[in-house]
Nanobody, 115 residues
């Protein structure tokens, strides 16, 4: 059973910052594309950001310029630095590992942006 372990969610005021972390098994982390998705109540799950094993990144349009995805290969961990947070960023954030038709999900961590 592959486990992706997320951490770092919480409550933050508009304009604030949070950093999410996701640790994966080394066998997964070394070759899989790692990503973050989010799902707000009543909405479909959407891509936030992804990073390939080679470091190429991709971002959802709504977070470009505010969020940064990165990976630490020594720690088998992918990070999502979220700045200038807005109330519409409120959602459950899920870590994802993808390689071809194979994919794994974390359990999710809640991010709430509210004053």
């Amino acid at each position: 059973q592959v486990q992706l372990v997320e951490s770092g969610g919480g409550l933050v005021q508009p304009g604030g910052s949070l950093r999410l972390s996701c640790a994966a098994p080394r066998s997964i982390f070394n070759i899989y594309t790692m990503g973050w998705y989010r799902q707000a109540p009543g909405k479909q799950r959407e891509l936030v950001a992804a990073i390939t094993s080679g470091g190429r990144t991709n971002y959802g349009d709504s977070v470009k310029g505010r969020f940064t995805i990165s990976r630490d290969n020594a720690k088998n961990t992918v990070y999502l630095q979220m700045n200038s947070l807005k109330p519409e960023d409120t959602a459950a954030y899920y870590c994802n590992a993808e390689y071809g038709v194979r994919g794994y999900w974390g359990r999710g961590t809640q991010v709430t942006v509210s004053s």
